[in-house]
């Protein structure tokens, strides 16, 4: 099969069918505070009180951040929210964050951790019925991962199919191409855990994918 899913995302290419099948790695490598001297400048000059200096760091990561949360929550506004929540948080919080660390996987994990109280809400007060049978819809908007051919198509309808966790965690890996270690921080799961998650998504993702694979689970 020569047509792949174009996930169009910050950390999204060619990769989520080699990756669900096959469960192929791609090198990938993540900035660092110290490769991106504007980031360390701006970390540094918001903890001695100059907030707008956090300008940089909200446009460099806000279009992946409303990703992440959609990921979760599966509902565009909500996404919206939960990102300039979560920015809001970092910023208030930021004279606790480590002096020459990474400021993504900081903020990569707190708009998780707030996607995932929105879900424990929406269950223990029904407000919002979540089934695997009936996705909330999905907005159509520029600041989030657009769907450009028919098999992302169907993987994306197939990962939305998953039992919420399952869901998370795939989305995570083959959407956003998080590794597992990553995808155990932001969501506070071990990473075996993760792993178990994943193995069971993957499993059934084949299975509605059998025509384009032969089948094969190995």
């Known amino acids: 099969m020569s047509t ?10 060619p990769l989520g069918f080699d990756r669900l099948v096959f469960g192929v790695e791609k090198a990938r490598t993540r900035s660092a505070a110290n490769e991106d001297p504007i980031e360390a400048r701006a970390i540094a000059a918001v903890k001695t009180g ?7 760091l909200v446009s460099k990561y806000m279009k992946r951040v409303v990703s992440i949360a959609w990921g979760v929550v599966r509902n565009a506004a909500d996404a919206e929210d939960l990102a300039q929540e979560a920015f809001v ?3 208030e919080s930021i004279g606790r964050f480590k002096t020459g660390e990474p400021f993504g996987p900081w ?15 929406r269950k223990r007060f ?6 695997d049978s009936a996705p909330a819809a999905r907005g159509d908007r520029a600041d989030l991962p657009a769907i450009s051919n028919e098999l992302a198509e169907r993987i994306d309808r197939g990962i939305e199919s998953l039992p919420e966790m ?10 956003e191409e998080f590794g597992h270690a ?16 994943l193995s069971l998504a993957r499993g059934k993702l084949k299975e509605k994918l059998a025509d384009l694979h032969g089948g094969s689970n190995d």
């Open 166 to 175: 399952q869901r998370i965690v795939a989305r995570l890996y083959l959407v």
């Open 182 to 197: 990553e995808i155990a921080k932001m969501t506070g799961l071990s990473e075996g855990t993760v792993r178990s998650h």
């Open 107 to 121: 903020i990569y994990r707190i708009v998780t951790n707030l996607g995932l109280d929105v879900m424990k809400h």
């Open 50 to 56: 100059d907030a707008a200096a956090y300008d940089y």
């Open 89 to 91: 948080k970092a910023f």
């Open 4 to 13: 792949l899913p174009m996930f169009e995302g910050a950390g999204a290419g």
């Open 126 to 131: 029904r407000h919002e019925e979540i089934t």
